[in-house]
Every structure is written in structure tokens, then in C-alpha cells.
């Protein structure tokens, strides 16, 4: 499967005018995104939308402007409309449910933001929404390869998106996932204590099995549910010796000490030459990450460019045309994803 | 790559808690649906539910699950998934290997907690035991948990189609190699939240709900679980199956949040992209079990695209009017309904119908008939524009 385009909405300048090097730092450690003015949506509509919503759409209507129209839409979000939906939960205990506006109740269905897309640009075709927490744009993505399997022609877009809300913010936070003390940046893996800092985004892509006009190719993805360490790198193993040799390696890594192991288990089978990159300092933590690494991804490959604060180390000596990346949701869900740079 | 076959089956619905009770119900033309019993709400004593009649303290006890954060949700999908998987005769060697695929589907998740939901999203200190539960994909991880089961693990939601696709990934997973066999489902209970969230539409019958009726006044909410265990027809020779998973398609009407289309687009690439799939001409579906919520929109527009696809729309008839809406399970639990339909070669009536729709003139089907069948058709429509038709057949 090849990316032929792809667009972001996060807490960073990565959507329009795109600055990598600087770092918005996050605010009570949460890293909201930088909104965008949204010109394509009617003001009315707009109004109507809820975040997570508006995200989506934001992000995916850059992509859907020329006379190309995909074939569907393939959505992953964990939390969808949750901020809808809180609003309606609100509703009907404080009303004690009595006569409720629908607005917020319709909105607040997962589902909201690849119909919204659907209906926005007058798209029939295939149209899902993943939901599956951490791994629900990595199912996004194998639901696109499969489609293109079945569709030779067909091209999709698939994204990931998630919105902090008020509701999942303080459930997580209750569930012990954020820090509590400050964190600045590159700081976050210096870290020795529990939980990580909170994020949102939303990232888009155009997906075909057409070579041209494409940088970057999905080799191969691979998903696991486990809370042992020793079972993710033993797949990671086998996940390499299928996809062959990659340059970089991409992590997830949150400065979250409960779950470091997976990430450094991960590391020690690599080789020592690969470049380790994280990135969760610029995006924050929410179950669709990998989306946003995967933008991050393409952007290295297609510039060449990798700003310092990415590198792990060692440091760059050669360009990168392979990327593996690896990301965990809470320890439980894993997920590897194997990219290529196409050669022209 | 041959066919991917359905080798078990797992039901509970306001028509009873196994394939055998539904299965009974179906034939007799009971109607499941009555007030709430166990169901908190306001409208628990002025509404109909299709409620299953059974308390969460005995699915524990019968599950001997000491869990205390696990929702009737996770229950009633636990009833459904141990019948299918008992039935389709799976040992835990093949549970637990990287082949097995487990997708599940629901809208309302452990939101059935909706006051829990309301105070921990709240709560400055301390949250409750259903902190990890309220999400849908908290039900599919507690079957994986549950059962050891180690290949792809997905949770879709599209509304009220949201089991038709997770039938349709599963079998996708199987047929391109990504699963040798998926335990494809889903599962919603009655919740606050939703009663509350369909009631503001106005779109809940005062009485029992009257699909395709000229006089049709909404829905009736309802709650259960199905899922299904497919497999590749080459795995399982001298074992038994159902039928097979010919026809899915998934087409989105891109017309309004929460109604839909007056031509039916969606529902119409639905059907007719399953057929295609299937390679089949509309002349050969036997059976349609339709979405025939009892909504003014939905049974008027989906009657219209049967027309438009149908020379002679084939005898149909709407499950809800016997188990309501099950919203996040009505796809699943009706697709058993439709290859119990298509196994015993019957077709099973649609209830509460006096008079046609005027503009199509259609009539379900009002007496349990025996019908030989060799495809069945079933159609999931929700909300956001999100249609999906599946077609089962025998051989």
C-alpha cells in the first residue's frame, strides 16, 4: 500500500505553514493542538461540530479538494465524539431526563467523524470507524490494505484522531496515566515516574496500490495484545525477518516508567546503528498516536530532514529510507509498522 | 482462497438466551418485547423494551466472574460468544494461536453505567470500578482476556450497523490472509444513555413498534448479543456449518446525520454491492430480513431501494418488531436470525403490520412459512449514513 498524500492537525505548526523544529511546549503537561481556521467548512456547520469532529474533517479536507474522490473512508478514534457525548450525558442527569436537545446525543457517536467526512464531501462509498483504543487507526490502516486488496483501482483515506475531552482527560487522569509533576519537552524520557502527558490529534491519508506520485510505501503491519515484554520482541523479531532491514526505529516511548521495559525490549534486539527516534514529546499520549508518527514518518523520509529533538541517537549518517515504528497503547496493545521510501 | 463458512453461532435477545430459545421464538411469532423490568430510566415503566430478562448478579454468577468494573454489556456478549464458540466446536489450542481473530461491535460499550460515567468524569479524587469499562472497546478486551485469543483484535462501531462490520472485516481478515478464522459479533445493552439519546429524536414508539405499517410511530429500544465463528471452508471439512458469508458491502449515504436519503442511496450501493460481491442476481435472495426499524425514514426509504434493486421485492420482514432495536448487536444477532432462517428453510413473520406505506405498497411477511432458501440478504443502516448489506448462503 502507498501514501499518496497525507495531513495533520496537532499540538505542533504541522499543518499549513509546517515548522518541525520548534516545539510547542505542553500547558499542565497536556498538549492541545494548534486549531486551524478551518476555511473550507460552512460557519454553520462548523458551529454544529464537535472537536474530535472538526479535527477529522479539518485534517481530511486538504486532501479531498482536487477531482480525485477516494473510494472510502476509513476512520481510527478511540474516543470519537466523546466530548459530545459528555455534554449530553450532562444532560440527561442534570435535566433529569427530560426534554433533551438530540444535537450533542448524534454527535456523540464514534462514528460522527468519517460521516461527517462522508456527508462533507458527498462520499457513498466504503465508510467505518475503528474504535478499538490503541489500536484503532493500526486497524484503520490493515482495513485499508485489505480493501485495496479486494479494490485494485480504489484509493482511501484513512486517518487516526483523538481529542482530549473532559472526559477522558480525567479518566485518565484518576487512572493514573499523566504525571503530576511538569513536564517541558525532550524532559519527558528523562523521567523516572509513573504516567506520561496528555495530546490530541489528527492525521490523514490518501492510500492506493498505484507506485507513482507516492514517497512512501506500508510494508507490512503487525498487532499484539500481551503484557509481556518478552512475547513483543520475540514478534517484533519475526516481524523484522519478514519486512528486511530498517534504518530507523520510531518509538512510542511516553516516559511512562510502568512501560519503558516494552519499548527497551524492543530496542535491544535492534541493531545499534539504527537510528532510534521518539516523538511523543511533540504529539503527547492518546490511543492514536501512531497516526501522527506515521505523518511524522513520511515527512522524514520525503524531506530528509529530522530535527534534532527526534533523535535518540545514534546520530544520522546516511539518508533513511526504512522506518519501523513501534508503539504500545498502556502496555497491552503493540503495534509495528513497517515503511519504505519509494524510489523513483 | 475458497469460502468463508459460519461453524457457530451464540444468541441472547428479549427472545431468549440461546440459538434453540430464539430459534423457538422465531418460528411461534413471539414478540419479546415488553415495560423494562431491569432497565433504570425514567421511562422504564412508559416505554417497551426488547429486554433481556435476566439480572447481571446471575450472569456473574453463572461466569463465576469476580471482575467488579465488568458491565452488562461485557455479560451478555460473554453469554453469546461461549455458546458460538462451543457450538462451532473451537478448542483452546486454536483459540489462543496468532490465526484467531476476535472483532467486536457495539455503540453503547459500558456507557449502560450512565451514572457511574457522569460522577468519574467528575470526580477530582477517585474514580469508580468501571474506570477502564465505559469504552466499547473495553467489551472486546474482556472476551480476549477471556479466552486467550491472540490474533487480530478489533472493535468497529458504525452506529447501528456496527456488527454487519465487523461480520464483513472478519471475513475480509479471512479471506486475505490475515486470519484463519475470526469470532465476528456484537453486543448492546439497554442504557439511560441511549433511551434518553433516541427519545430527544422522538423517534421512540409509545406502543409496540409496526414496521413497514402506514401508521408506524418509531422504535423500540433492545438489547443482546450474537456472534458468529467463521472459518476457511477448507479447515473444516466433515464438520458442520451453516452457510457461507457470500455478500457484504458497505456504502455510506451521505445525506444527514441521523436520517436517511429520500431515494435510499445508501441502502441501495448497499444491496446492490453485496449482490455484486456475491455474483449474484437479485432474483436469487429468498429472504430479506430488513433494518425495518418502525421509523417514519427508515422503513419508507428502505421499502424505495428494494424496489429500485428488486424486479419482485422477495418476501422480507423486520426482526425488531420482536426484540426492538438492539442498535450495536441488531446486525449481528439478526444475521443468526437470518441463517436460522435460511438453515430450516423458513421465513419468520414481521409483527404489528396492518396497512402498506402508500408509496410502496409493500407487505412483510405475516406467518412463519416453510420457503426453500438458498440466499438470504441483511441490511444494517445507522446513523452518520452508515449502510451495510451481508448475504448468506446455503451452499
Redesign the interface.
Known sequence: MFIHRSSCISPQHTFGNVDMDTCVIPENNILKVIEPKYAGIPLNILRRMGKAVRLGVGAALPLLTGSEKPDGVIIGSANGGMEDCVKFLNQIIEYEEGRLTPTNFVQSTPNAIAAQIGLTTSNTGFNITHIHRGLAFENALLNAIIMLRENKNASYLVGGVDEVSSYNYNLERLDGWYKKEKVTGTDLYDSSTEGSIAGEGSAMFIVGNRREGSFMEVRGIRMLHTDDPFEVSTQLREFIAEHGYHDAFLSGENGDVRIQSFYNSCENILDPEIVKLHFKHFTGEHPSTTALALWLAVRFIETQQIPEHFIKGPAISKPLKNILIYNTGKGEQHSFLSLSFVDH | MGRVVVTGMGVISALGDSVLSNHDALVKGTCGISKGDLVR???TDNLLFGEVKIENERFKSLFNTKNPGVTRTSLLALHAIEEAIKDSGLDNTQLSTYDTALIGAS?VGG?CQ??E??N????E???SVY??S????SV??FL?ERFGI?G????????CSSSA?AIM?GA??I??G?AKRAIVGGVDSLA??T???F???GILSPGYCKPFDKDRNGLNLGEGAAFMVLEREEDVKGKKYYCSVAGYC?????????SLSENG??PY?AMKGALQKANLLPSSIGFINTHGTGTENNDEVESKAMIRIFENVPPFASSKSKIGHTLGASAAVEAVFSILALHHGEVYPGLNFSNCIESTMLIPVRNTENKKLDHVMSNSF?????CTSLIFSKD
Open positions: 430510566s425514567k421511562y455503540t456507557m450512565t451514572d460515567l457522569y468519574d468524569a467528575k470526580s479524587t477517585t474514580g474506570m477502564a465505559y469504552d466499547c472497546a472486546t478486551l480476549r491472540k487480530v483484535i478489533n472493535t468497529i462501531n458504525t452506529a462490520n472485516y475480509q481478515l479471506q486475505n490475515f439511560k444513555f433511551i434518553n439519546g427519545n430527544s429524536l458497505n456504502a455510506n449515504d451521505a445525506f444527514h446525520p441521523s442511496e445508501g450501493q445507522g446513523f452518520g449514513g452508515n
